[in-house]
T-cell receptor
Framework: AQKVTQAQTEISVVEKEDVTLDCVYETRDTTYYLFWYKQPPSGELVFLIRRNSFDEQNEISGRYSWNFQKSTSSFNFTITASQVVDSAVYFCALSELYSGGSNYKLTFGKGTLLTVNP | NAGVTQTPKFQVLKTGQSMTLQCAQDMNHEYMSWYRQDPGMGLRLIHYSVGAGITDQGEVPNGYNVSRSTTEDFPLRLLSAAPSQTSVYFC???????????????FGPGTRLTVL
């Protein structure tokens, strides 16, 4: 079973539409971290947000907002009033203890390709 | 600071050739790691290191070797390249392995490798 599931492989919207990218994770740890990264067409990975398992407060940063719900193991990402520059692949990732509890491992979802059309 | 640098940016190899992907960071980070990115697969951890002289395997280590002789450098070696190793490779570093609120993982720009 996947540790991090991004069920939406591709999403296409028109500029100014709101769009939500879904992320469902699976872990047995009580302490873990969730991340979102953006990979624009240029290929680099851009860190967007980190959230630890004890902080369920939703966060807003400009047009970006994140909804963390432990009850449903979800960490969804919403872009409000999307712009063409938001076109990218977005990855959700989970960091949990690995190797018998001595190290942390970052597991990525398969990514969602978001295309924002003018 | 240059952050995390990777060389080369692009490489084409023939099956059976060997090569080393270079990764360096100037942030005095203890934790460094290598990922490969394949279409529809996300990023998968190949090897990681928690400090100079200490390395361990990730999710997909077969066909790759690593060593960490200095804090700054973490090269990835392909001893006998295979077409299945065609991928984009990312190196990453962070202050420590624990993903605390002040411990962001920085990624390099990636190396696109093609094995014919």
């Amino acid at each position: 079973a996947q540790k991090v599931t991004q069920a939406q492989t591709e999403i296409s919207v028109v500029e100014k539409e709101d769009v939500t990218l879904d992320c469902v994770y699976e872990t047995r740890d009580t302490t873990y971290y969730l991340f979102w990264y953006k990979q624009p067409p240029s290929g680099e990975l851009v860190f967007l947000i980190r959230r630890n398992s004890f902080d369920e407060q939703n966060e807003i940063s400009g047009r970006y907002s994140w909804n963390f719900q432990k009850s449903t193991s979800s960490f969804n990402f919403t872009i409000t009033a999307s712009q063409v520059v938001d076109s990218a692949v977005y990855f959700c990732a989970l960091s949990e203890l690995y190797s018998g509890g001595s190290n942390y491992k970052l597991t990525f979802g398969k990514g969602t390709l978001l295309t924002v059309n003018p | 600071n240059a952050g995390v640098t990777q060389t080369p940016k692009f490489q084409v190899l023939k099956t059976g050739q060997s090569m080393t992907l270079q990764c360096a960071q100037d942030m005095n980070h203890e934790y460094m790691s290598w990922y490969r990115q394949d279409p529809g697969m996300g990023l998968r951890l190949i090897h990681y290191s928690v400090g100079a002289g200490i390395t361990d395997q990730g999710e997909v280590p077969n066909g790759y070797n690593v060593s960490r002789s200095t804090t700054e450098d973490f090269p990835l070696r392909l001893l006998s390249a295979a077409p299945s190793q065609t991928s984009v490779y990312f190196c990453a570093s962070s202050y420590s392995i624990q993903p605390s609120s002040y411990n962001e993982q920085f990624f390099g720009p990636g190396t696109r490798l093609t094995v014919l």
